[in-house]
């Protein structure tokens, strides 16, 4: 199947905690992944990508783990602040003589202060 | 930073109606997608675009719907009757490549069918 899924809908985190967002996928094929953030009435932000020949991308404050004998992908958030509220998806980049991106349910980040 | 620009922000309809959303995406960008996001719902993928034609496209992107790029900077999603179940934020992407890169979003368009 072609199917990208969350394991927890919401996350809540206290200001400054570092934040852990999980994601599977099921298409074994998929050689590239992205993280994308969405804030309310927004459309989605890139916010990392990782290719299959890799394991582990950080970028800043972000780092996207990858895990491809159990088809599992994470992004890490350190040092979590209150603009990191938002919705993040996890996305699958498939190309089967086509080009598309397929998105996970979403997680929501709370941060508390 | 370059920006993908979607106009209108917000659309209202009557059912049975013709609706067309406009994107203007980057202007280096060779590959475009229109995506939607019913209320609280993930993103679902509709269409992709590159090199003047459909280059892949989902279930939901039935024969109501049709993309154009009228000119070298618009990209048009066209419905031709509108369904209240059209209802949905409508998102226009581009990128670079047509795997592996990332997409940029436009701020999409509210389309509320009534």
């Known amino acids: 199947g072609e199917s990208v899924g969350l394991h927890l809908p919401t996350l809540s985190v206290q200001e400054g905690d570092n934040s852990i967002i999980n994601c599977a996928y099921s298409n074994s094929a998929s050689d590239y992944f992205i993280w994308y953030k969405q804030e309310s009435g927004k459309g989605p932000q890139f916010i990392i990508d990782i290719r299959s020949n890799m394991d582990k991308r950080q970028g800043q404050r972000v780092t996207v783990l990858l895990n491809k004998t159990v088809k599992h992908l994470s992004l890490q958030i350190a040092a979590t602040q209150p603009g990191d509220s938002a919705v993040y998806f996890c996305?699958?980049?498939?190309?089967?003589?086509?080009?598309?991106?397929?998105f996970g349910a979403g997680t929501r980040l709370f941060v508390k202060a | 930073e370059p920006e993908v620009t979607q106009t209108p922000s917000h659309q209202v309809t009557q059912m049975g109606q013709e609706v067309i959303l406009r994107c203007v995406p980057i202007s280096n960008h060779l590959y475009f997608y229109w995506y939607r996001q019913i209320l609280g719902q993930k993103v679902e993928f509709l269409v992709s675009?590159?090199?003047?034609?459909?280059?892949?496209k989902s279930e939901i992107f039935d024969d109501q719907f049709s993309v154009e790029r009228p000119d070298g900077s618009n990209f048009t999603l066209k419905i031709r009757s509108t369904k209240l179940e059209d209802s949905a934020m409508y998102f226009c992407?581009?990128?670079?490549?047509?795997?592996?890169?990332?997409?940029?979003f436009g701020s999409g368009t509210r389309l509320t069918v009534v």
């Open positions: 675009f590159y090199n003047n034609e459909i280059s892949e």
């Open positions: 996305a699958e980049n498939l190309k089967r003589g086509g080009f598309k991106t397929i």
């Open positions: 992407a581009s990128s670079s490549g047509g795997t592996g890169y990332g997409y940029t």
